[in-house]
């Protein structure tokens, strides 16, 4: 439930960071469309929601990445748990060219705005670096909890957006990440 929280929290945050001009009194964004004025509805039916969640959403894919190439290159994992990490590289990368052609369309730019943080659901380099160094059990449990975690998280993401997002194209692809995760956890088991 505080994971939960936290992602909640985070989604709302950015969204009202990026709702306000460049320079507001905590602290700077870079501006989140063309026109230098996040609080304008983007072109393409983009909210700030829409906008706060695929800023974020890209990052959560692209952090599992290493994590699914590390699995698929080592020798001794769990032959399903090889199967599961090849589909869920091919529907990442499928995500974020998605993700990112809706932020390109609407006219905004990718900004990673979390870069270097310790989120629910996005693998940090001491994950990355403690599961590199894992063996045999330990490294098959160690990938489980990592990609559980990061599909329950994205989920709860996603949820959000479902709930208050307005962007069709970014709908759809939401939709999509909210029903693989649903299939990867039930093939990740126990």
């Known amino acids: 439930m505080l994971r939960t929280t936290l992602a909640l929290t985070a989604l709302l945050l950015l969204a009202a960071c990026t709702a306000q001009p460049d320079g507001h009194a905590d602290h700077t964004h870079p501006a989140a469309s063309p026109s230098g004025s996040a609080s304008q509805a ?15 959403a890209i990052p959560q894919d692209e952090t599992a990445l290493p994590v699914l190439e590390l699995a698929k290159t080592r020798e001794g994992v769990d032959p399903a748990l090889v199967a599961l990490v090849t589909e869920v590289e091919t529907g990442h990368h499928d995500e974020l060219d998605k993700l990112r052609e809706a932020l390109s369309d609407a006219g905004q730019t990718y900004l990673n ?11 940090t380099a001491d994950e990355l670096d403690k599961l590199a160094k894992a063996t045999g059990q330990a490294f098959d449990d160690q990938l489980r909890t990592l990609l559980r975690a990061h599909f329950e998280e994205s989920t ?17 692809v939401t939709r999509n990440i909210e029903t693989s995760r649903a299939s990867y956890l039930t093939k990740l088991g126990t």
């Not at 983007?42 to 974020?56: H, I, N």
């Not at 705005?113 to 693998?123: A, C, E, I, K, T």
């Open 156 to 172: 709860t993401v996603a949820k959000s957006e479902l709930a208050a997002g307005s962007s069709p194209e970014v709908l759809e």
């Open 42 to 56: 983007p072109s393409g039916g983009f909210s700030d929601t829409d906008v706060a969640y695929v800023q974020l």
């Open 113 to 123: 705005l979390h870069d270097g943080h310790d989120m629910p659901g996005m693998v």
